[in-house]
T-cell receptor, first 115, second 115 residues
Framework: EPEVTQTPSHQVTQMGQEVILRCVPI?????FYWYRQILGQKVEFLVS????????KSEIFDDQFSVERPDGSNFTLKIRSTKLEDSAMYFC?????????????FGSGTRLTVV | TQLLEQSPQFLSIQEGENLTVYCNSS?????LQWYRQEPGEGPVLLVT?????EVKKLKRLTFQFGDARKDSSLHITAAQPGDTGLYLC???????????????FGKGTKLSVIP
């Protein structure tokens, strides 16, 4: 079964530091996403990415966040200057197509702890 | 972003019992997706329902999409301890003009099946 791979599984960083979360989506998928889940809360949409550009982003995805797909396989989420409230599980997801019948395949997540 | 309300929030039942969890919204969705999430892991897709009134079965799990495409239910027959987990519904809504979709999650129903 194809899967979405995320690294690292855990990341501890000091407030104000930059972090890069990495994802390898399923190889023939075209649509890529980042979601986050603060402990005890629901999964929240951050950003969607298609054809090497952002297609949608939420209010959470401010100027501190950026995404890129540098080499055609990796999909990264960068947080420039982390804040305590950025502590959460970050999930990468991919989809084969954008139609309503297509489900999302999520990775196992990166647990980010900002201290 | 539209809200999805899931009920009940917590459910503890004996092995062999039947149960139903609900997912409700005041908004119409292009599709409704059900996921299961284990602690520390990403959501795993169970099913996608697209057409109003659609019913899908996955072994002992029956998923139904409301006629108006605003609500959905998950019914489990003869629950097993292996069914224990967090069940999430997620609505897929389209962004006019962008041709893309955003997945909005409910808070989930935490199911515990006692042997």
């Amino acid at each position: 079964e194809p899967e979405v791979t995320q690294t690292p599984s855990h990341q501890v960083t000091q407030m104000g530091q930059e972090v890069i979360l990495r994802c390898v989506p399923i190889s023939n998928h075209l649509y890529f996403y980042w979601y986050r889940q603060i402990l005890g809360q629901k999964v929240e949409f951050l950003v969607s990415f298609y054809n090497n550009e952002i297609s949608e982003k939420s209010e959470i995805f401010d100027d501190q966040f950026s995404v890129e797909r540098p080499d055609g396989s990796n999909f990264t989420l960068k947080i420039r200057s982390t804040k305590l409230e950025d502590s959460a599980m970050y999930f990468c997801a991919s989809r084969a197509d954008r139609g309503p019948s297509y489900g999302y395949t999520f990775g196992s997540g990166t647990r980010l702890t900002v201290v | 972003t539209q809200l999805l309300e899931q009920s009940p929030q917590f459910l503890s039942i004996q092995e062999g019992e039947n149960l139903t969890v609900y997912c409700n919204s005041s908004s119409v969705f292009s599709s409704l997706q059900w996921y299961r999430q284990e602690p520390g892991e990403g959501p795993v897709l169970l099913v996608t329902v697209v057409t109003g009134g659609e019913v899908k079965k996955l072994k002992r799990l029956t998923f139904q999409f409301g006629d108006a495409r605003k609500d959905s239910s998950l019914h489990i027959t003869a629950a097993q301890p292996g069914d224990t987990g967090l069940y999430l519904c997620a609505g897929l809504e389209s962004y006019s003009g962008a041709g893309s979709y955003q997945l909005t999650f409910g808070k989930g129903t935490k199911l515990s099946v006692i042997p």
